[in-house]
Structure formats: structure tokens, C-alpha cells
Antibody, heavy 121, light 107 residues
Framework: QVQLVESGGGVVQPGRSLRLSCAAS????????MHWVRQAPGKGLEWLAV????????YYADSVKGRFTISRDNSKTTLYLQLNSLRPEDTAVYYC??????????????WGQGILVTVSS | EIVLTQSPGTLSLSPGERATLSCRAS???????LAWYQQKPGQAPRLLIY???RRATGIPDRFSGSGSGTDFTLTISRLEPEDFAVYHC????????FGQGTKVEIK
């Protein structure tokens, strides 16, 4: 069965960095685009970033462009999100989600359980 | 960027009643690439509907989606106790954006 498991969250001071990981299993990881989505406390879902199945294309929401970097290692079936210059408003639960095969427009059919990132001094 | 506006913000209904949730897009959604997700407290979202009207695997037929262009609707024909949750719409035709969510609560 498809599983996505995030790790790497925690409490971090403003201006510092953090790297989130999402370990994937149960499907051919290298065939799918992957996404990061976050949800601030009591708020809605916010799409953050996508990476193509082969890692050659990445796109970001304006709110994180230039601060966050999405990457993947298909040999390790793992997705990453590097979070730099963190701000208190980045406090949220971060989810990884599976997108479409190859580079087709697609919904998110599987989600990780989410990992909490708290930015506070 | 396509902005999705969901209404109402909160829907108070009783089990057995019909729920109608709206999702309006700021511009036409390409190829009706519109999805609906259900989220319960402390859980990740779960895919319900994609392509505006196609039920995801394992989703009961009391959930149905309709609409096209800029106006979309999620209908729950008869609310079961487990259906009280937050529902999010998402468009995936032009990058990806979510609506702000509709909470369906027990009246």
C-alpha cells in the first residue's frame, strides 16, 4: 500500500533553517510528481511546491519562492523540502502528497500524516 | 493564480440531511480539473472527488460532485456521523490552489 511518512519537523528560531523529508513506499516513486502542502493552525490548505517525477522541474508558491527548495532522491524514494529564513508565519503542519504520473496535471491521491514545524524564539 | 472561494464557511446540519457545498473559481478551471478533499481533526486530507465529478476509490456514492467552468458543487446526499468534517476544493488545471474550506458541523 502507498505510504508517505514525513520527518524532520520541530521547533526552530526565526531566521534558521530546517529540512523536511518524506519517505515514500508502496509505489514506483520515480514515476510521480510530488508536492508539499502546509496548513497553519486553524487555517486552510496552502500548496507550496511541486517537483517533477525526474526532478528536473520545480515550481513554487510565491509565498515561499526563494526561501524553500524542493528536491527528491529517486534512489532513496524520498522527497525533501529545505526551509530557509524561517518566519513565525511559516508555523504549520507540512504534508507531502503524491501528484500525477509523469508530468500530467493531477490531484493529490495520497498524503502523508503531516509534520509540525513551529517557528518561535 | 486561480482563487477558489468556498461557501458557506460553516454548514450546520443534522445526520440524514443533505449537504450542498459550493466552490467558485476566479477564472475558468481548465478541463474541469477540480478536486474535493475531506479532512477530519488531526488527520491528513482524503481525496473524495476529482475531475469535478469522479469519485475516488472507496468513496461512498452519497458523495457527488458537479459543475464546470467556475462553479462547482459537492453534495452529500444523506449525512452520516462520520461525514462531519472540513471539506476543501482544489483546482489543478493551472498550478494548484485550494479553497479556504467549508466546515460541516452537527446541528
Amino acid at each position: 500500500q502507498v505510504q508517505l511518512v514525513e520527518s524532520g519537523g520541530g521547533v526552530v528560531q526565526p531566521g534558521r533553517s530546517l529540512r523536511l523529508s518524506c519517505a515514500a513506499s508502496g509505489f514506483t516513486f520515480g514515476d510521480y510528481a510530488m508536492h508539499w502542502v502546509r496548513q497553519a493552525p486553524g487555517k486552510g490548505l496552502e500548496w507550496l511546491a511541486v517537483i517533477s517525477y525526474d526532478g528536473t522541474h520545480q515550481y513554487y508558491a510565491d509565498s515561499v519562492k526563494g526561501r524553500f527548495t524542493i528536491s527528491r532522491d529517486n534512489s532513496k524514494t524520498t522527497l525533501y523540502l529545505q526551509l530557509n529564513s524561517l518566519r513565525p508565519e511559516d508555523t504549520a503542519v507540512y504534508y507531502c502528497a503524491r501528484g500525477g504520473e509523469q508530468w500530467r496535471p493531477a490531484y493529490f491521491d495520497y498524503w502523508g500524516q503531516g509534520i509540525l514545524v513551529t517557528v518561535s524564539s | 493564480e486561480i482563487v477558489l472561494t468556498q461557501s458557506p464557511g460553516t454548514l450546520s446540519l443534522s445526520p440524514g440531511e443533505r449537504a450542498t457545498l459550493s466552490c467558485r473559481a476566479s477564472q475558468s478551471v481548465s478541463s474541469n480539473f477540480l478536486a474535493w478533499y475531506q479532512q477530519k481533526p488531526g488527520q491528513a486530507p482524503r481525496l473524495l472527488i476529482y475531475g469535478a465529478s469522479r469519485r475516488a476509490t472507496g468513496i461512498p456514492d452519497r458523495f457527488s460532485g458537479s459543475g464546470s467552468g467556475t462553479d462547482f458543487t459537492l453534495t452529500i446526499s444523506r449525512l452520516e456521523p462520520e461525514d462531519f468534517a472540513v471539506y476543501h476544493c482544489q483546482q489543478y488545471g493551472s498550478m494548484w490552489t485550494f479553497g479556504q474550506g467549508t466546515k460541516v458541523e452537527i446541528k
